[in-house]
């Protein structure tokens, strides 16, 4: 099992809609998660981070963190065009100050 | 982010040359990392250093890569010979969680 791993889409949204992204780990990544957003051409972008069990919310972003079930998800709202890009997720590994990657998800929101 | 600046942008050259990539961190940001990032492999950890020493290599491909920080804001990569399959975008980044520069495209024809 890949210690973190994402469907890589692609996902197709309409306009308006809630787009949500998922993420499962393994036991040999630490507790500490977090959502970069890559536009094509451009560099990923640190969008949310999450450590504690439950919601985290800012503006139209939700990260939720399940501890048990081993999943973070991330909950875009009121989706538009320019949500369109790949989103990655990662986690970090204990000790030190690496990250885990997932492949990423292509998110494509259609007007 | 306007605080990791890389250098070239772009980068094209030919089989057997050497190609060194450059990277300056924003100040008082003490880890920094460089990936590579394609298609079919996303994105790698090629290594990253810590209070410019360097922690985790294990990413490098082969002995053709190394990277050096000789100051706590400074840092460059370096492929020689370079191959056709080096060709990627390579990215470095700082702190924790990590701020990416905008990268470098690497082409070897």
């Not at chain 1, 959502?35 to 939700?62: A, C, H, V």
Request: hydrophobic content about 35%; charged content about 20%.
């Amino acid at each position: 099992q890949k210690e973190v791993e994402q469907n890589s889409g692609p996902l197709s949204v309409p306009e308006g809609a809630i787009a949500s992204l998922n993420c499962t780990y393994s036991d040999r990544v630490s507790q500490s998660f977090f959502w970069y957003r890559q536009y094509s051409g451009k560099s990923p972008e640190l969008i949310m981070s999450i450590y504690s069990n439950g919601d985290k919310e800012d503006g139209r972003f939700t990260a939720q963190l399940n501890k048990a079930s081993q999943y973070v998800s991330l909950l875009i709202r009121d989706s538009q065009p320019s949500d369109s890009a790949t989103y990655l997720c990662a986690a970090g590994r204990d000790s030190n100050y690496q990250l885990i990657w997932g492949a990423g998800t292509k998110l494509i929101i259609k007007p | 982010d306007a605080g990791v600046i890389q250098s070239p942008r772009h980068e094209v050259t030919e089989m057997g040359q050497e190609v060194t990539l450059r990277c300056k961190l924003i100040s008082g940001h003490n880890s920094l990392f460089w990936y590579r990032q394609t298609m079919m492999r996303g994105l790698e950890l090629l290594i990253y250093f810590n209070n410019n020493v360097p922690i985790d290599d294990s990413g490098m491909p082969e002995d053709r890569f190394s990277a050096k920080m000789p100051n706590a804001s400074f840092s460059t990569l370096k492929i020689q010979p370079s191959e056709p399959r080096d060709s990627a975008v390579y990215f470095c980044a700082s702190s924790f969680p990590q701020y990416f520069g905008p990268g470098t495209r690497l082409t070897v024809l």
